[in-house]
């Protein structure tokens, strides 16, 4: 099994709402990303989590919180986003020490 | 940060080889990675190659790297429709990979009947 599943596969949230996006691993790997890919562009690391711990924040937005409750989630928590923050958010998973990382399908987020 | 360059489009026929390049700048990469994108899709990683190894070969797949001038390949054989889409090459940061990865910007493979 090398899935990562995240949900849900598309959002639409207005500019006030609180929203969390999911992502699920059950390969053992002990770190977790979130990556974030506007339109034509390539994807961009927003967070790291090895063995459940915040390693990298690469200056991310307070309005952007990232959770990772335990070796198998990854939750990245949304609140008073804007518009310029649609895009698709892709999360991944790899074996600490690192060889492949795999990504899931991603979650299709607009902020109207 | 550092920059992985690639062209943004080739177009081949379909039955020839492929070829997309890649040039990074980090010498201390520790490993190169080739991505697939279809659109509207994740991310379906392709293969990877230790920085050092020279080549590796995975069915109609083969990846190339020269470390002296930080240049890697990927050439796809026998292109298919099935094989058009989004290629992405990427590094591990530096500290390795579970630091994330830098992309490129995507070769967009088309395929010509």
């Known amino acids: 099994d090398t899935e990562v599943t995240q949900t849900p596969k598309h959002l639409v949230m207005g500019m006030t709402n609180k929203k969390s996006l999911k992502c699920e691993q059950h390969?053992?790997?002990?770190?977790m990303y979130w990556y974030k890919q506007k339109a034509k562009k390539p994807p961009e690391l927003m967070f790291v989590?090895?063995?459940?711990?915040?390693?990298i924040n690469e200056s991310v937005p307070s309005r952007f919180s990232p959770e990772c409750p335990n070796s198998s989630l990854l939750n990245l928590h949304l609140h008073a986003l804007q518009p310029e923050d649609s895009a698709l958010y892709l999360c991944?998973?790899?074996?600490?020490?690192?060889?492949?990382?795999?990504f899931g399908q991603g979650t299709r987020l607009t902020v109207v | 940060g550092e920059d992985v360059e690639q062209s943004l489009f080739l177009s081949v026929r379909e039955g020839d080889s492929s070829v997309i390049n890649c040039t990074y700048t980090?010498?201390?990469?520790?490993?190169l990675y080739w991505y697939k994108q279809e659109p509207g899709a994740g991310l379906q990683l392709l293969t990877y190659?230790?920085?050092?190894?020279d080549m590796k070969q995975d069915q109609r797949l083969t990846v190339l790297l020269n470390k002296k001038d930080k240049h890697l390949s990927l050439r796809i054989a026998d292109t298919q429709t099935g094989d058009s889409a989004i290629y992405f090459c990427a590094e591990s940061m530096p500290g390795g990979g579970a630091d994330g990865l830098t992309f490129g910007k995507g070769t967009h493979l088309i395929i010509q009947p």
């Open positions: 190659i230790f920085s050092n190894m």
């Open positions: 989590y090895s063995y459940e711990k915040l390693s």
């Open positions: 390969m053992g790997h002990r770190a």
């Open positions: 991944a998973s790899s074996p600490t020490g690192a060889t492949e990382a795999f």
């Open positions: 980090d010498s201390s990469s520790t490993y």
